[in-house]
């Protein structure tokens, strides 16, 4: 069986990403931030599907990417898939953020996907096989008033990929971003009604796309041939 590591799994697109990979009967590794009840309720209902474990921490401290690593080896003794998923948002403008908050923004969206990454990488290297999966974000790719900060995480997470996907495709390791639109999850909650449909009219598909529809999406990239490597793939039902 393959097994897969997805950071921020307790809900969202995280959740819906555990979700599809246990019916598709991959062993899951779930990280979660801070939630341990909601970390602890995924384990649980999932593991009647298949095998889960889980750790509990920020992925932004470089401890817990090597603690999540080491155990998925240590339980499946192997790594196919790493799917960095976890993320914030913060909407405001520039001048009014804080060092703290930017660096929270940036610790969790960027420097996550470094730690991660360079924590799998021994072992897909040595066994000459994996797939790096990175969620991202259109306004990584044309930013967005008011969420500079963000964009410019996704940005670089953007360009991450595409590089690391060029330095591991000798060893035969895909890497690729996806870049998500509008899904309707936890982090749009900040829009009311109003604007939600205002927003939902600015997508020609005339909606938001739901996380499981973001899932369905994300496997199939990690399904695609080994070749499909260092690509940012746009799911915003047209509306960049």
Known sequence: MKSVIITGATRGIGLALARF?????????????????????????????TQVITCLGSVAEEKTAATIVQKTLDTFGQIDLLINNAGIAHIGLLSDMSSEEWHTLMGTNLDAVFYMSK??????????????????????????????????????????????AKELAPSH????????????????????????????????????????????????????????????????GGWI
Request: net charge negative; glycine share 8%; with cysteine.
């Open 21 to 49: 990979y246990a019916d598709k009967g991959y062993c899951l590794m779930l990280n979660g931030g801070h939630n341990e009840e909601a970390l602890a309720a995924v384990e649980k209902e999932l593991s009647t599907k």
């Open 173 to 236: 390791i895909s890497v690729n971003g996806v870049s998500f639109g509008v899904i309707d999850t936890d982090i749009n909650r900040c829009f009311d009604e109003e604007e939600r449909a205002s927003l939902a009219e600015e997508i020609p598909y005339g909606r938001f796309a739901s996380p499981e529809e973001a899932a369905a999406f994300c496997y199939q990239i990690t399904e695609s041939p080994e070749y499909l490597t260092g690509q940012i793939i746009r799911f915003d």
């Open 119 to 164: 924590a799998v990488i021994p072992h897909m290297v040595h066994c000459h096989s994996g797939k790096i999966l990175n969620v991202s974000s259109v306004w990584g790719e044309v930013g967005a008033s008011c969420e500079a900060a963000y964009s410019a995480s996704k940005g670089a997470v953007n360009s991450l990929t595409k590089a690391l």
